[in-house]
């Protein structure tokens, strides 16, 4: 009887699942099914065991647990009948896999069925090896296999081509065996069979270079022949698809001859006119035909060919740009990214056509097509494109315009051929976008701006006229800010005109008025504010008359909820008030720093230093940094620095960081008047008199400062860091440390630098079921030993219990494993064990460390090992 005509229990299963209204009562029934087939498999039921194993494939596709039924699987195997193999097949490649142990009891039985008289049965053995076949089993059974390929039987020797290329790829070391048989699949006319055969030469040629040249020298000329009468063809219903013979097969062929000409002129050659052929004869209004093209044009690319060809496939890829389908547009797109290394000029022609697809409604066509024209621009064509993105930067949906703004910066910066016009295309991303535009994308602007001197009221004026049509832009108004507080009177005097300026009128009055507005219509925001207050400070020495209203509007926020606007108002009204001998020199101009300098810390090249000089400036040929291999200072991230200031006096901390040459007054107080030290001058600058004891210092610690955010006077303003700069002096008397004024080294901080260098977290092993990760550390002053976190994450759906963790190591190292935090490992990464090691290696600095480690656990109480060796650990341990 057939259990599957009517009425069987299988059917019922499935429509009692499906019946469930609940995931709770699905798991209940599920329960219910699993409870009977363990029933059947106790009883040794044989009638039903293929229909049980039929329930368990469908209880496994819904995502249950279904080890149990492995053994059926190989009961059924062994079992005469074909309904039987079937099923028994079936459900080995469904419930088990190559790592299975289970796996290597059915070795015997594929043998066997490899053998069988029936073809049927033949075929039922190679899919099931094609699919599940180990190393072992592939050594095993190779020989078996490789007769199969020599039958004649098309469909055992197409199933048996597809079986050795899983054999192949586990056992590389076979490729020899089926270099033979694999030649003699190339001279078949069956279809199915010649394209198994393809393939697998194909796979051959990876895996091994001798195949590679073997099939190169002797069937090159005979594939295109296959090829030239692939194309040639005439109309053959059963291999026919859209009007094209069997393309299919056109695309195999097209792989291999791509695999055997990459690299070799002679059989690049020798299949150059065949693939014009192709390229040329191709309909490309079906799909199919697009789909050879499109492999046409990857086998020239690859091939040693002649520029004549390559620029036939790349307009076949500028056709493809205007096909509708937003599939073949995207692979043509992502093949173009490609071909410009080869034949950049071929792929510029194609230029208006990648802008258009720039503009497109698919968001993954859009950001393609703007990768590419990413790579498309060059120091002759940066104008017109920036233009081109610049326009349709205006009109763009708000999802687009941060990747669309990021790439215009960067083109911009990277190809600008002056200053002036990389001011100008950065001021109209701002003024379009500049809520999109990233911070250090407007602090290397701002770098910019502060060496153009010869531009400063130029840009200047242009922000001032940007920020009264564009105010709504965030990033606009900061820049624009800190230029008027850098450059205020210039705006107000029209000084530094150009030819192509319009004039312009502005009192001290309005350009107070843009800061007190930016101040107001930002007021959730802490950066821009403290930059207002900044330029505010500054404006009151470049505007004497105005001093008046710009302390009293500094003096709204002294009441500021904000610890750090209340602070700076606080300082900044002291200065205003009770220091008019020092203002001028704490509000001037930042000082010029090197763009290279700037750009290669950006790149993160080297650590950050403070150029001393006021005209270091790099005066490139496009008038823009570029990258190179030095240090930067961030203009508006000094914060940032992680290398400390070295010890000096404080007269030159003072000096570098306000401005104020103290030499020089002190000569002016004459000779017999002695030098004031370091901290006598911040005494007198904070007005609390004589220096305090050491113990009372903390209390004016953070008076010019920050303990969140440190932002100086002299503009160097970051509020996302309290990373400090940590300075001692000494007084005449001696002993007493200088105080920060940009901030004080917190004790979080001292701790950090006092534990010592830290390194990355690295996954030691990781298979299918189980990951491990190991943390680092060193113990304070004592290099050789390594305290290392191991974290066990269970990636099956099954919890393992007695879990234990062994390591080896070689005699140079000392190891102790601490017990475990726990032996039951939760499934599907629920939660984790801990273990910690100590390693001491006595050859530190000449051997690096490595581990050899055993895993042991039991999964349904069956006893499960896992081993491996570690090497990956970082440098320095």
Not at 87 to 111: A, P, W
Not at 547 to 562: E, F, H, M, T, Y
Not at 745 to 772: F, H, K, M, W
């Amino acid at each position: 009887m057939n259990p599957f005509s009517s009425g069987t229990r299988l059917r019922d299963m499935i429509r009692s699942i499906r019946g469930c209204k609940t995931a709770a009562e699905e798991r209940a029934v599920v329960r219910k099914e699993c409870a009977s087939i363990r029933a059947a498999i106790s009883d040794n039921d044989n009638d039903y065991r293929h229909r049980n194993m039929a329930k368990l494939m469908f209880i496994h596709m819904l995502g249950y647990p279904t080890h149990f039924g492995q053994m059926e699987c190989l009961k059924l195997i062994a079992a005469p009948g074909f309904p039987e193999k079937r099923i028994g097949y079936l459900g080995l490649m469904l419930l088990l896999d190559e790592r299975q142990e289970v796996l290597m009891l059915v070795t015997n039985s594929l043998k066997q069925d490899l053998n069988h008289t029936n073809q049927y049965i033949v075929g039922l053995a190679l899919c099931a090896l094609g699919n599940i076949c180990s190393a072992e089993m592939a050594r095993d059974l190779a020989p078996e296999v490789e007769r199969l390929l020599q039958l004649r039987d098309p469909n055992i020797r197409k199933k048996a081509a597809l079986c050795s290329i899983r054999i192949i790829k586990k056992v590389p070391d076979l490729a020899e065996n089926f270099v033979n048989p694999a030649a003699s699949l190339l001279k078949e006319k069956h279809h199915g069979v010649l394209l198994t055969g393809i393939q697998l030469c194909t796979d051959l040629c990876e895996v091994s270079t001798e195949a590679l040249e073997f099939f190169r020298k002797k069937y090159t000329e005979g594939l295109v022949k296959v090829l030239k009468d692939v194309v040639n063809s005439p109309y053959a219903p059963e291999y026919d698809i859209s009007g094209i013979a069997d393309p299919f097969l056109h695309i195999r062929l097209l792989r291999i001859l791509r695999v055997l000409g990459h690299g070799d002129t002679d059989a690049s050659d020798c299949m150059n006119d065949i693939l014009a052929q192709v390229a040329t004869k191709t309909e490309s209004n079906k799909n199919a035909g697009n789909a050879i093209l499109y492999e046409c044009v990857e086998t020239i690319m690859s091939i040693e060919d002649s520029s004549g060809l390559r620029v036939l496939a790349i307009n076949i890829l500028g056709r493809f740009l205007s096909n509708r389908d937003n599939n073949i547009r995207y692979v043509a797109l992502n093949m173009l990214m490609r071909a410009i290394t080869v034949d950049s000029q071929a792929v510029q022609r194609h230029r208006a056509t990648i802008l258009e697809c720039v503009k497109d409604l698919d968001a993954s066509i859009r950001k393609k097509a703007l990768e590419l024209v990413y790579l498309l621009v060059n120091e002759n064509n940066v104008t017109s494109l920036s233009k081109e993105l610049i326009d349709y930067l205006e009109v763009t949906d708000q999802e687009f315009k941060g990747d669309l703004t990021e790439k215009i910066c960067s083109i911009v910066e990277k190809f600008s051929p002056e200053k002036i016009w990389y001011i100008d295309q950065m001021l109209k991303v701002l003024s379009l976008a500049g809520n999109y535009v990233k911070d250090e994308v407007w602090h290397a602007l701002i770098v910019v701006i502060s060496n153009a001197s010869n531009l400063h009221g130029y840009t200047v004026r242009l922000l001032y006229r940007a920020v009264q049509l564009s105010g709504e832009q965030e990033i606009l108004v900061r820049v624009a800010v800190w230029c008027i507080g850098e450059y205020g009177e210039m705006l107000v005097n029209s000084i530094g005109m150009l030819e192509k300026e319009e004039p312009i009128t502005v009192t001290e009055c309005d350009a107070i008025d843009v800061i007190e507005s930016a101040c107001k219509q930002y007021s959730t925001d802490l950066a821009t504010r403290a930059m207002c207050l900044v330029a505010l400070l500054k404006l009151s020495c470049r505007f004497p008359s105005s001093s008046q209203r710009i302390q009293d509007i500094i003096a709204q926020n002294k009441g500021s909820l904000l610890l750090e606007l209340q602070q700076r108002s606080i300082e900044f009204d002291s200065i205003l008030q009770k220091h008019q001998n020092i203002r001028s020199a704490l509000c001037e101009r930042m000082p010029v720093l090197d763009e290279s300098t700037y750009v290669g810390r950006r790149a993160g090249s080297l650590p950050a230093a403070v150029s001393t000089s006021q005209g270091a400036v790099l005066d490139l040929s496009n008038g823009v940094g570029k990258p190179s291999a030095a240090p930067l200072v961030d203009l508006l991230d000094l914060s940032s620095d992680d290398t400390p200031v070295p010890n000096s006096s404080g007269n030159d901390f003072l000096h570098d960081l306000l401005g104020v040459d103290l030499s020089i007054a002190s000569t002016e107080t004459g000779t017999n008047q002695a030098q004031k030290s370091g901290a006598d001058v911040l005494m007198d600058l904070l007005s609390i008199g004589t220096l305090p004891s050491q113990s009372s210092l903390s209390s004016f610690d953070g008076l010019f400062s920050s303990r969140d955010n440190s932002a100086s006077v002299g503009g160097l303003e970051n509020l996302s860091s309290n990373t400090t700069l940590p300075v001692q002096a000494s007084t005449e008397s001696g002993g007493f440390p200088m105080m920060d004024l940009l901030d004080a080294l917190s004790p979080s901080e001292q701790n950090r630098e006092d534990s010592g260098p830290t390194y990355p977290s690295v996954v030691a092993y990781e298979s299918s079921s189980l990951r491990i990760t190991f943390n680092f550390s060193k113990q304070p002053g004592n290099v050789r030993t390594t305290l290392v976190e191991a974290n066990f994450v269970n990636k099956s759906s099954n919890a393992y219990t007695d879990f234990i963790f062994q390591a080896a190591v070689p005699k140079f190292l000392q190891l102790h494993l601490d017990p475990a935090s726990n032996n039951v490992l939760p499934a599907s990464g629920n939660g984790l064990i801990t273990q910690k090691l100590r390693v001491v290696n006595s050859q530190h600095g000449k051997k690096s460390l490595v581990m050899r480690i055993r895993i042991a656990y039991k999964l349904n109480d069956k006893d499960v090992k896992e081993e491996g060796q570690i090497s990956n650990f970082p440098p320095g341990l």
